[in-house]
């Protein structure tokens, strides 16, 4: 029977607070543009670069604007250095509904874009980079869904704002949304455009608790929702610092052997222990076993280190760096990283007879160059002894002698 989930699913809601996928932000760092000027407008929902000037024309208005988004610079950056994630979003149109029992309406953004505010120096205006891709809104798309008992295919919806090249247009999109939703009258669907910071990714943390299923029927982590300990392994494991590629301390080759011998641990590990180190000694090892290893931090320092751990044993490609985990990442960056096998060349592993060989040869070429006759010295093999024999006597020492008796030009 599946161990009960139920308060790390409350606690993961409590996290962080209300998703503010649906529910209002009192986040001050947003940067509207529902009332900026069309022909910026037009070249912003076209996919060109745009600037907050090309957006904002009037001078009192630009300046808040601004401020405003080195506010949110700020923040997101912040964001993404202490937890790993891209909150920057341009978001497009809006939804607000009643629900019963609360003081506040939700106010959900319809489509999502990913986004960034470069600052352009000197000066204090900023572009804004959009991400190729925009989506509708999965929190929204999940209460829909509840709400109407029917599915909605957001990826359809989302394909009549596409147009030729990065242009989104999101007027088809709100449409064809408010015409699906008829049947809930107290759904607000209005047109608003901001540039605000969304986290993303809490609702599928909990679908992802709920989904844990049979995962928790057993095993160590079974064990410890149910509140018991876990029973330590009677044997120690087989040492595996033979293979070890990084010089690791005592205490951690011995929790390198354990994760080797397949056993899950909790390592407790106080800053400057060296656990960067031992990350990077486990993914060594794993690489060599021909297994993955998924690494989760909670801050980009982290992964950071121990790619430099990595990078000092020459194995920084075995990492790869997903700098946004909610974002769509190409397949091809992991299936593609290494050739499915060595290239073949004739110092190839694999091929040990031809490397033999090669090596033979080359210790031919060199027997035959020394034995070889050479006219009129002979070979190389035979002067070499007679060289040897007049260097016990160095050139140097008989002009030595002769200069000794020699008058000096000074002393006539």
């Known amino acids: 029977m599946p161990a009960d ?51 904002v024309r009037e001078p009192g208005a630009l300046l808040r604007a601004q401020r405003r988004a080195a506010e949110l610079t700020e923040h997101v950056e912040r964001i993404a250095q202490e937890h790993g994630v891209h909150t920057c979003f341009l978001a497009m149109g809006s939804a607000s509904w009643h629900v019963p029992g609360e003081v506040d ?22 572009a804004l980079d959009l991400a190729p891709r925009a989506e509708v809104n999965p929190a929204l798309l999940t209460y829909l869904r509840r709400a109407l008992r029917r599915d909605i295919d957001g990826e ?9 090249g990065r242009g989104f247009n999101p007027t088809p999109v709100l449409d064809a949304l408010r015409e699906m939703c008829a049947d809930l009258p107290e759904l607000n669907i209005t047109s608003r455009i901001v ?36 029973e330590a392994p009677e044997q120690e494991p087989p040492s595996v610092a033979d293979s070890a590629v990084l010089d690791i301390t005592a205490d951690q080759q011995a929790v390198l052997d354990r994760v080797a011998d397949g056993q899950d641990l909790y390592v407790d590990a106080p800053p400057g222990t060296g656990i960067a180190q031992l990350v990077a000694a486990v993914i060594a090892q ?51 990283r290494w050739p499915r096998r060595l290239p073949e060349s004739e110092r190839s592993f694999d091929r ?15 027997t035959h160059a020394r034995h070889e006759p ?8 035979r002067r070499r002894p007679r060289r040897d024999r007049r260097s016990e006597h160095p050139p140097s020492r008989p002009a030595l002698a002769r200069a000794a008796h020699r008058p000096s030009p000074h002393l006539a």
């Open 5 to 55: 989930v139920s308060p790390q699913r409350r606690e993961l809601m409590e996290l962080g607070g209300p998703n503010t996928l649906l529910w209002p932000s009192r986040d001050p760092h947003v940067v509207d543009l529902t009332t900026a000027h069309p022909g910026g407008i037009a070249m912003l929902l076209s996919g060109r670069d745009a600037r907050l000037s090309d957006l």
């Open 105 to 126: 309406r939700p106010l959900a953004p319809v489509i999502l874009r990913r986004a960034s505010l470069r600052r352009l120096r000197p000066g204090s205006d900023f």
């Open 156 to 164: 359809a919806l989302a394909d009549l704002g596409r147009g030729d």
């Open 195 to 230: 540039i605000a910071a969304y986290p993303y990714g809490k609702a599928e943390a909990l679908a992802d608790l709920t989904d844990l299923g049979e995962l928790t029927a057993d095993g160590p982590a079974a064990t410890l929702l149910r509140g018991r300990p876990v």
């Open 286 to 336: 794993a690489a060599g076993e021909r297994r993955s290893v998924l690494l989760l931090t909670e801050k980009t320092a982290a992964i950071d280190a121990v790619a430099h751990e990595l990078a000092s044993a020459g194995l920084e490609d075995l990492l790869v760096h997903v700098t946004d985990p909610a974002a769509e990442v190409n397949p091809t960056i992991v299936v593609e």
């Open 352 to 366: 040990p007879g031809r490397r033999a060989a090669a090596a033979a040869k080359v210790l031919d070429g060199h």
């Open 374 to 381: 050479r006219p009129p010295v002979g070979g190389l093999h």
